[in-house]
């Protein structure tokens, strides 16, 4: 309540300062907001959300003047930030937040990439190489501790965004959760359950909320736990999965919960077609994902699932690699078609975003489970809302290639035998650092070419 006030007391006091006039793209109002409000001609004062009214080019949306009753709820937002006309309030569902908007640069990234292509010596391989610095991948939140980046972000995509006049879409991975990687070693994280894990990771998602409501001109994309749920279909037999089921499940709902609230368009993460997309998986599968989306209350802002993040599946096959054993399900797309009408069936008709960054080559495993650092992988297909599916909202770069899965060095407490399979490229630094020699491959055997 205390914000529907504060919101009906600058309406009050609309009348006496609306002689000044916003620029296009410039702020127009929202709670705690003192300057103008109205637009310079051609543009018009839209409401985003509570805190944040934007001057957008075009003839005013009709009018939303808070007549009607507020949102009794905290974790009901009827506005989408960045979109350009205000969502009734029964919109069961956002649009595609890709659609009208340029997936902003993270330049903390450009720079590592720059620093790899000094390194290389190669004249043709190099050209290729600066190239890859202008697709835009997701940047990982993996420890509380890089979270006020976000707000560094943020805040240049909405500098960008105000000086270029093209909306910036930020994509972000939410990746923290206690107990984090229960079936495999490599990205265990920060957190554990015995210590406090679940409000430690709530006061991370906090802490990604306050970041995010001080930009609400900025529209945010992000998956969400890679890894978690699938693992709670497939993996409960591994002692510290089962142990963390409770914790994962209270922990994405807190997730989707709260950063529904601020607007944030959410991917939950789905695995991929060699992992949830065996026949076996996909019922099981389905139940999960759509009972979780549910008892959070349908949030309208959890547009849908991401698949085959980090992994090297392609998004269409030409024939089934002989690793994937006969499961119909062969490639992404066919895990999709596949998983989309369950989840429709049980009341979640979700969307999806597929990750290709590492796809361009195919028939390099030995098995389909081989994730870690596959030898002779290419960069794929560039991110675009061209998918061919309209269950397809965009094909995506979530891993930053180049950033190593995991270690080969057996003594490190991370060492996950994964990463020392034959199929795994050799001399890998530990998972998240970069991995010079297997950028340079990605590069060199990237399809489609840079
Ligand atoms: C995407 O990831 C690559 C690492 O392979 C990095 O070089 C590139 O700069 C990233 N792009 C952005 C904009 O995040
Ligand atoms: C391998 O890991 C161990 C244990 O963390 C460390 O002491 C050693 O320096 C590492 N070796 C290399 C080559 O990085």
Redesign the pocket.
């Known amino acids: 309540m205390f914000k529907y006030s504060a919101l009906l007391a600058l309406v009050a006091l609309m009348p006496a300062i609306a002689n000044a006039q916003s620029p296009l793209y410039g702020q127009c109002g929202g709670i705690g907001w003192s300057g103008a409000t109205t637009c310079v001609s051609g543009s018009s004062c839209q409401k985003l959300n509570d805190y944040y009214s934007q001057c957008l080019p075009g003839a005013a949306a009709p009018t939303s003047a808070p007549t009607s009753a507020p949102p009794t709820s905290p974790t009901v937002t009827p506005t989408a930030p960045g979109s350009s006309v205000p969502l009734p309030s029964t919109t069961p569902t956002a649009g595609n937040p890709f659609v009208g908007y340029e997936?902003?640069?993270?330049?903390?990234?450009?720079?590592?990439?720059?620093a790899?292509v000094s390194a290389i010596s190669d004249p043709t391989l190099k050209a290729k190489a600066a190239k890859?610095?202008?697709?835009?991948?997701?940047?990982w939140f993996d420890v509380i501790a890089k979270v006020p980046t976000l707000g560094d972000y943020l805040s240049a995509a909405s500098a960008k965004q105000a000086s270029t006049g093209t909306k910036q879409l930020v994509?972000i991975v939410v990746y923290d959760l206690p107990d984090r990687d229960c079936a495999a070693l490599a990205s265990n994280g920060e957190f554990s359950i015995a210590n406090n894990g679940l409000n430690n990771y709530k006061g991370y998602i906090d802490q990604i909320v306050a970041q995010v409501k001080k930009f609400p001109d900025v529209r945010i994309v992000a998956v969400i736990e890679p890894d978690s749920l699938a693992n709670l279909v497939t993996n409960l037999n591994v002692q510290k999965c089962s142990g963390a089921q409770t914790a994962y499940k209270q922990g994405v709902t807190y997730a989707m919960q709260q950063l529904n609230a601020v607007g944030v368009y959410m991917y939950l993460d789905a695995g991929h077609a060699g992992w949830l997309g065996w026949p076996a998986n996909l019922t099981p599968a389905a139940q999960l994902f759509a009972q979780l989306y549910k008892d959070a209350g349908s949030p309208q802002f959890v547009r849908g699932l991401a698949t085959n993040v980090a992994n090297f599946n392609a998004l269409r096959a030409s024939s089934p690699d002989p690793i994937t054993q006969g499961n119909q399900n062969y490639d992404e797309i066919h895990y999709i078609e596949a998983l989309a009408p369950a989840l429709s069936s049980q009341g979640f008709p979700a969307s999806f975003i597929v990750d290709q960054?590492r796809s361009g080559v195919q028939n390099i495993r030995q098995q389909w489970g081989d994730w870690c650092n596959v030898k002779g992988a290419g960069?794929g297909m560039r991110p675009t809302t061209n998918t061919g599916s309209s269950l397809i909202d965009a094909v995506v770069?979530v891993?930053?290639?180049?950033?190593c899965d995991g270690t080969t060095n057996t003594s490190s407490p991370r060492y996950d035998a994964h990463c020392g399979l034959s199929d795994a490229a050799p001399n890998a630094p530990e998972a998240g650092t970069w991995f010079q020699s297997y950028?340079e491959t990605?590069v060199s055997a990237a399809n489609p070419a840079f």
């Open positions: 997936a902003f640069l993270s330049p903390y990234y450009q720079d590592e990439v720059t790899a890859v610095a202008s697709v835009p991948n997701f940047t994509q960054g960069f770069w891993k930053p290639g180049g950033e950028f990605l």
